[in-house]
């Protein structure tokens, strides 16, 4: 089955760093780019970058450059998210999205089901 | 940054038409920005729709379609069901490898 399986919720405290994962099952995983998309509680999806596992090739929304890391071994088929000295307003649904092969139609063809990360003292 | 406007809400009737817009809050939205489309309820991860401005995503009922109208993008829902009642996003190719979606709008059918 062609899936995105993303690591389980997570509680945190403020400061507090957290890595989390998606891992593509089912097709080719370095041929595909992954994306984050965060979801704060009540809001709407924010894009926040992409990567090509085939070679590590990242690229950031501007609202997130610096903020967030996004890597891949894709050994693994696995896509990660690191998020640094957490504060509560990270707390947030975050998505794993593949991106269509080719590049012919530049939507995101698959999802994942989420992480849900809550930061709390 | 560039912003992507949609309608905060919307409402419909249950068989009615409903459409949807995306713009930017300076210019116009063209096929040049592959216009995609996304629904999602409560609790799920997002369902993707429409692609490449008007090309339905594999198990989407025909009763959604895409367009551009005007300088925006559209999502037209026909003969709407109550099923249809969800948040719906759209996202911008901006081209470099950046996207940026709409701040979504959430569809009521009554």
């Known amino acids: 089955e062609v899936q995105l399986v993303q690591s389980g919720a997570e509680v945190k405290k403020p400061g507090e760093s957290l890595k989390i994962s998606c891992k593509g099952s089912?097709?080719?995983?370095?041929?595909?780019?992954i994306a984050w998309v965060r979801q704060m509680p009540g809001k709407g999806l924010e894009w926040m970058g992409i990567?090509?596992?085939?070679?590590?090739?990242?690229r950031y929304s501007p609202s997130f450059q610096g903020q967030v890391t996004i890597s891949a071994d894709k050994s693994i088929s696995t896509a990660y998210l690191q998020l640094s000295s957490l504060k509560a307003s990270d707390t947030a649904m975050y998505y794993c999205?593949?991106?269509?092969?080719?590049?012919?139609?530049?939507?995101?063809?698959?999802w994942g089901r989420g992480t849900l990360v809550t930061v709390s003292s | 940054q560039t912003a992507v406007t949609q309608e905060p809400s919307f409402s419909v009737s249950p068989g009615g038409t409903v459409t949807l817009t995306c713009g930017l809050r300076?210019?116009?939205?063209?096929?040049?920005?592959?216009p995609s489309w996304y629904q999602q309820t409560p609790g799920q991860a997002p369902r993707t729709l429409i692609y490449?401005?008007?090309t339905r995503s594999s198990g989407v009922p025909d009763r959604f379609s895409g367009s551009i109208l005007g300088n925006k993008a559209a999502l037209t829902i026909t003969g709407a069901q109550a099923d249809d009642e969800s948040d719906y996003y759209c996202?911008?190719?901006?081209?470099?490898?950046?996207?940026?979606f709409g701040g979504g709008t959430k569809l009521t059918v009554l």
């Open positions: 999205a593949r991106r269509d092969l080719g590049g012919r139609y530049w939507y995101f063809d698959l």
């Open positions: 089912g097709y080719s995983f370095t041929s595909y780019w």
């Open positions: 990567i090509y596992p085939g070679d590590s090739d990242t």
């Open positions: 300076f210019g116009s939205v063209s096929t040049s920005y592959y």
């Open positions: 490449s401005t008007n």
């Open positions: 996202v911008l190719y901006m081209g470099t490898g950046i996207w940026v």
